[in-house]
């Protein structure tokens, strides 16, 4: 059963069997892991950190950062959780998953503050696609008050 949505508990550690549904997140152990989205069982679990996956919570709600791309598994889901929805993603080719794979070893290995390993202001990450480009004093703006 593919999900809409997923919940989420806040755990010291993890459970020894996931629930569906339910996106469990360990401060203490910087990851998180949920049943993959698509319901084919399949655990997936997500380290926390400025170079793999970010969590941004609201009060109420969780959303992640970057997609969830499951490619080593037999459903190659793609997915993003934006405040506890399922948005489903564009699969992906061979080529593109060498190429975000080699992508983010590069990153890793990389310098720390390189742009490529920079964490994006929440309003990069929360900025809808759709979006207006900022005319000339919107950028002012923004470049002041960065």
Request: aromatic share 0%; glycine share 6%.
């Given at each position: 059963m593919t999900h809409e949505r997923l919940d989420h508990r806040f755990v010291e550690s993890f459970p020894e069997r996931l629930q569906e549904g339910i996106l469990y997140i360990s401060t203490e152990y910087a990851s998180m892991t949920?049943?993959?989205a698509c319901g084919c069982g399949s655990e997936v679990v997500t380290p926390l950190s400025p170079l793999d996956w970010r969590f941004m919570f609201d009060g109420q709600?969780?959303?992640?950062?970057?997609s969830i791309g499951s490619w080593?598994?037999?459903c190659r889901s793609h997915y993003i959780i934006r405040h506890n929805q399922i948005h489903w993603a564009e699969d992906w080719s061979d080529e593109q998953i060498a190429a975000g794979r080699t992508n983010d070893l590069a990153a890793k290995r990389?310098?720390?503050n390189s742009p490529a390993s920079r964490t994006p202001d929440v309003a990069e990450v929360e900025q809808p696609?759709?979006?207006k480009p900022l005319g000339f004093f919107g950028r002012v703006k923004k470049w002041i008050f960065r």
């Open positions: 949920h049943l993959c709600t969780i959303s992640v950062h970057p080593s598994l037999p990389g310098p720390v696609r759709d979006s």
